[in-house]
């Protein structure tokens, strides 16, 4: 994959094709909230490698990081869209990229919801996940530029040098690619 596939902006402006399916998806085998098969298992090659480096290192500090939803295709997203603001549209959603990666913890049963924030694994992971490339994507107070309310379980797969990048700006993937739609300060 080339680096622009991994620091593509994937939202409701810029959707991916119906057809699109990343190459090379792999299931790397991290604690899951899901049966083996199951393709919300699966990852792009380069995110999965990341996201095991990730929750390695988590659970060496003594929390325990759960996997709760990777990939998700087309058809699988316009089965699950409802309108609801924290369900993507079919194409709009990053986890049909392979890069998106939801995640939880035991101690709020394994919830997808803003108490995961507050619990050890939700400190750590948005202290830490830029050193294994991701950002969370949806931060707080970003709703007007990101279009998504804030969402500290979903990551995203940018490299380690973007992820750093966006961490040290505090910028949304938005800003980066700054489209004036999105951007509070057009260049």
């Not at 699109?20 to 919300?40: C, M, N, Q, S, T």
């Not at 058809?75 to 369900?87: I, Y």
């Not at 973007?162 to 004036?180: D, K, V």
């Amino acid at each position: 994959m080339h680096r622009e596939f991994y620091t593509r902006l994937i939202s409701r402006e810029h959707p991916l094709p119906e057809a699109f399916v990343p190459e090379h998806l792999i299931d790397i085998g991290l604690p899951f909230e899901a049966a083996p098969g199951d393709p919300k298992r699966l990852l792009e090659y380069q995110a999965a490698k990341a996201a095991s480096q990730l929750f390695h290192a988590c659970h060496r500090c003594g929390l325990n990081l759960w996997a709760v939803s990777g990939y998700r295709s087309y058809q699988r997203q316009k089965e699950l869209f409802t309108g609801s603001p924290f369900v993507a549209e079919p194409g709009t959603s990053e986890h049909q990229s392979g890069l998106a990666l939801d995640v939880s913890c035991p101690s709020i049963h394994m919830e997808l919801s803003e108490r995961f924030s507050a619990t050890g694994e939700g400190r750590w992971l948005k202290k830490n996940a830029p050193l294994y490339g991701f950002i969370l994507r949806y931060p707080k107070n970003r709703e007007e530029i990101t279009g998504i309310p804030y969402e500290p379980w979903h990551i995203r797969y940018v490299t380690k040098p973007l992820a750093s990048w966006l961490t040290i700006t505090n910028l949304t993937l938005e800003e980066y690619h700054c489209f004036p739609s999105r951007c509070p300060h057009p260049p």
